[in-house]
């Protein structure tokens, strides 16, 4: 079946790094945009970093374009999202989707909205805490 699974989350200290991974299987993920998005209780969704097809556009939320780095491997059909100098506010479900060349229009739009039928495949999200 088509899937696509977060891992890397967990409990990390302010100031403190992880290396998300959102890999595929089933599809070819070098086929779509890939998005970044994360929910903290009570609120509401976010786009946090985005990555075209290519690999050549991306796009970073303003509280985190100084310290997140997404790229992608296409021999490992994954995407990563670096974090670093995690903050307490990072805390959140982090979830990855992707959207195909149909429906996407650039990574900035991708980014600024969550509009969950827009894309093709969603993951089921890991949790990253921040907390000392």
């Known amino acids: 079946q088509s899937q696509l699974v977060e891992s890397g989350g967990g409990l990390v200290q302010p100031g403190g790094s992880l290396r998300l991974s959102c890999a595929a299987s089933?599809?070819?993920?070098?086929?779509?945009?890939v998005g970044w998005f994360r929910q903290a209780p009570g609120k509401e969704p976010e786009g946090v970093s985005c990555?075209?097809?290519?690999?050549?556009?991306?796009n970073y939320a303003d509280s985190v374009k100084d310290r997140f780095s997404v790229s992608r491997d296409n021999a490992k059909n994954t995407v990563y999202l670096q974090l670093n100098n995690l903050k307490p506010e990072d805390t959140a479900v982090y979830y990855c989707a992707a959207q195909s060349l149909v429906k996407y229009t650039s990574v900035r739009a991708m980014c600024t909205s969550v509009p969950r039928d827009e894309y093709d495949f969603w993951g089921q999200g890991t949790q990253v805490t921040v907390s000392s």
């Open positions: 990555i075209s097809v290519s690999g050549g556009g991306l």
């Open positions: 089933g599809f070819t993920l070098s086929l779509y945009a």
